[in-house]
């Protein structure tokens, strides 16, 4: 990294590209996740995260959170908790005559939402706004959320007791939805001897020094704003979004199994995914490799199937699969060069 790494782009890059690589080194398998936790990152998009419990998910986040020289909070999401718990509430003080606000956990730079469909439907309604608007509303008055305020929450799924599924108007303001499963033979038995080695538990991030601060971060979402994304693609990532909504346009096979398709928002979240993910893999332009890569993570929950699709076997993340499938923008992989394409 160069002495000042807000100067020039390639060091910023350079920086984000090493950030990566302590996340590798901390965490034993999930690469996908950490490449779609830095990709959050670098586009100050929502993640949410859903997997079994013990899959690292939280220890993935807090990894993250310090190896970014940022504000950090964890918040527990449970039954009992409040809206006030989260945003923060007025507090009146009987010597000065008056109340005054105090900031919640929203108001840190990263937020862990942990076990987030636990919580009921008052706290993911002022989640909602914070999310949004990035800022915060209590008792008439409006608080401003830090300019890189980004919320990674975990999820287990539906099938197990006590969890609640999200409204759907919140899942829309997640970037990406990124399923974990269990960890290979071989990664596993990695987790086993670096605990051994260590002497320490798996879950224990207190060696991840931070390596870059909040004010690279905000300058290289600027510079993933800038990656080249060619006209083809462009074109090619709004017809697979519009085909989310009629998808026998591609497959006539897909006739009848969609209620709601992926909104202009989803859009917008593949480019600037596809971008952050060019950045991160140390390029300035995207390849369809990006986008085909990062559309289910990108469009598996904003996309309403029906019953017919459940009793065909057909979720979401088929759908877009069948969908890439039968696109000739993405058949044999042709990637239009850097700026010349």
Known sequence: M???????????????????????????GQQ?????????????????????????????VKALARAVHAGFQRVQ??????????????????????????????FHDIVLADEINRAPAKVQSALLEAMQERQVTVGGATYPLPPMFLVMATQ????????????????????????IDYPSAEQERGILDRDLAAGEHAGDDAEVEPR?????VLRSREDVRRVYLAETLRDAIVELVRCTRAPQLRDPALEGLVDAGA????????????????????????????????APDVLRHRIVLNLEAELRGIDADALVRRLLDASPAWAGGAHPGPREA
């Open 77 to 106: 999401f449970t039954p009992d908790l409040l809206p006030g718990d989260i945003t923060g509430g007025d507090i009146f003080l009987p010597a000065e005559g008056r109340s005054r606000f105090v900031a919640g956990p929203l």
């Open 263 to 294: 909104s202009p928002r989803a859009m917008l979240a593949l480019a600037h995914s596809a971008q952050a993910l060019a950045y991160l893999r140390g390029r300035d332009y995207v390849i369809p490799d990006d986008i085909v890569e990062l």
């Open 212 to 216: 870059i601060d909040a004010a690279v």
């Open 156 to 179: 287990n799924p539906l099938e197990q007791s006590g969890t609640y599924p999200l409204p759907e108007a919140q899942l829309d303001r997640f970037l990406l939805h990124v399923l």
């Open 32 to 60: 996908a996740l950490l490449d779609r936790m830095v990709v959050a990152l670098l586009t100050g998009g929502h993640l949410l995260v859903e997997g079994l419990p013990g899959l690292a998910k939280t220890t993935a």
């Open 2 to 28: 160069s002495a000042d790494p807000l100067l020039e782009t390639p060091s910023r890059q350079a920086a984000v590209i090493e950030l990566r690589a302590v996340l590798a080194r901390r965490i034993v």
